[in-house]
């Protein structure tokens, strides 16, 4: 009646596998997570741009916040994120020759976002600001007494 000995030497390994699978998925949602946040700062910064850039360009008998705005939310629904979301605010807003105009532009991400299933948490807010200053020297463009267009003809 010799009984066969079975050692539990490799019992170990088996319970460590789905820990280091668990481990690895965990790893996997951080980097999604960070890239995500990294995604949104590079939409909302080039939201702000191209908000500013449209109101600065903005024909002389149009509605420079209306095209900013609408240039803001193009950008954004480009890059792969919903316009409805995307928070677009002038700190400076004036179209006169010379001025600065400043837009920044807010986006809210989920603080943890599992594919299939959505966002979960508060999250982060990417913002970004842009400015851009009105052509000194563009034709039917109202002149203004601060800077360098109060001189010019």
């Not at 997570?33 to 191209?50: G, Y």
């Not at 920044?104 to 508060?122: D, L, R, T």
């Not at 982060?124 to 010019?152: K, L, M, Q």
Request: aromatic share 8%; proline share 7%; glycine share 8%.
């Amino acid at each position: 009646m010799n009984r066969i000995r079975r050692s539990e030497s490799g019992q170990a390994g088996m319970e460590v596998i789905p820990f280091g699978v668990l481990t690895f998925v965990v790893g996997a949602l951080l980097v999604a997570n960070a890239w995500a946040v990294v995604d949104a700062k590079m939409a909302v910064s080039a939201a702000a741009r191209e908000a500013t850039r449209a109101f600065v360009e903005a024909p002389v008998d149009g509605d420079p916040v209306a095209l900013a705005d609408a240039a803001a939310r193009s950008a954004i629904a480009g890059a792969g994120r919903d316009p409805a979301k995307l928070t677009l605010t002038p700190l400076e807003a004036v179209f006169a020759r010379c001025e600065t105009v400043r837009y920044e532009a807010s986006y809210q991400i989920p603080a943890v976002k599992v594919p299939w299933v959505g966002g979960f948490g508060a999250g982060f807010t990417a913002t970004a600001r842009h400015a851009e200053v009105v052509d000194p020297y563009r034709s039917g463009v109202p002149r203004t007494v601060n800077g360098c267009a109060a001189s010019a003809p």
